[in-house]
């Protein structure tokens, strides 16, 4: 188990495997009964394979895939809310925990440092949310189910993405907050007129809406899928040697870099810090998550907001199952 004795260790979250006769890895999220939710120690445990996969002569190739009916719904939320609190955890996100670095006393609440200082940490690569930005091998994910937040953050920044018919694409956070840190890529990747509709409206993309915004380079039924994603591997594995790999994902990372990628990750840091400055409409309370809404735990609020909603728009498959409700 984990420090804090009720989640499960990075490990177990976090599975890796390689075929150094096919040169495809596979990196699987193993936690299905949270809807495959990171913890920070996972997603660090996430940059570091993917960081030792660039180095490895073994890997030319790695697919990206989660356990059970979806990919995933986002980080764990509960457990960064936590981390508000309880500055260990902030210092463990931040590998300063264990580093020989001394005593490290992290910025106190109230300060602009205590929400900024978390925020720009996830620009950097090491941080487990843009690793695949600078990964020098393939990456493919395989979409499926519910791809949001954290994990829509992996389909955007991987090279290829093989999807089901039934998965869902977006981030729960243009509901309740607003921004999103990887919002500049999903502008490049999908398009502005499109990614302004999914930030306005806080409402999910199809599969079909994704392929048509060039988000997704196939959308194949739910049975298909492993199959597809195993053929599309294949296929990149035995294109051109791993030098060749290696240049190409220079290239495309040099292009990205010059349409701005990590400086739209260190501006959505920005923004996202100023949060607490938002006032509500209705009472004008400030703050970027309601004490409501964590007393009512993150899902069933995300849940009663899905209600004002039309059916099609809502974030839960259950919910768009549903009538709409004045």
């Known amino acids: 188990m984990s420090d804090n004795g009720s989640r499960p260790k990075p490990e177990e979250l976090i599975l890796y495997e390689k075929d150094p006769r096919t040169k495809i890895a596979t990196i699987t999220f193993n936690r299905p009964e949270f809807l495959n939710a990171p913890t920070s120690a996972a997603r660090l445990r996430y940059a570091d394979l993917l960081r030792a996969a ?3 002569n073994d890997v030319k190739v790695v697919v990206i895939r989660g356990v059970g009916d979806n990919l995933g719904s986002g980080a764990d939320l509960p457990e960064f809310m936590e981390g508000n609190d309880n500055t260990d ?21 109230g300060s602009f440092r205590h929400g900024a200082t978390i925020s720009a940490w996830y620009a950097n690569v090491l941080a487990g949310n843009r690793p695949l930005q600078e990964l020098k091998k393939i990456s493919i994910v395989e979409a499926k189910g519910y791809c949001y937040g954290w994990h829509f953050y992996q389909c955007a920044d991987a090279d290829l993405v093989i999807s089901s018919d039934d998965a869902l694409f977006g981030h729960p956070s243009f509901r309740y907050y607003g921004w999103g840190p990887r919002m500049w890529t999903w502008v490049q990747m999908m398009g502005l007129r499109k990614f302004q509709e999914m930030v306005f409206t806080g409402r999910p993309f199809t599969a079909a809406e994704m392929y048509d915004c060039n988000f997704l380079n196939k959308v194949v039924t739910r049975d298909q899928l492993e199959a597809e994603v195993d053929k599309y591997a294949r296929a990149c594995a035995r294109n051109r040697p791993v030098d060749t790999v290696f240049q190409q994902k220079v290239f495309f990372e040099v292009y990205k870099q010059h349409q701005g990628e990590y400086m739209g990750s260190l501006l959505s840091a920005w923004l996202e810090t100023m949060g607490p400055q938002m006032r509500d409409d209705v009472d004008g309370r400030r703050g970027e998550l309601s004490k409501e809404m964590m007393d009512a735990g993150v899902n069933n609020a995300v849940k009663g907001n899905d209600d004002r909603f039309p059916p099609e728009w809502r974030l839960s498959r259950s919910g768009r199952e549903k009538p709409a409700t004045d």
């Open 89 to 109: 955890l902030r210092l463990a996100e931040l590998r300063l925990e264990d580093e020989g670095v001394g005593e490290v006393s992290y910025p106190p609440k």
């Open 54 to 56: 660039t180095v490895d």
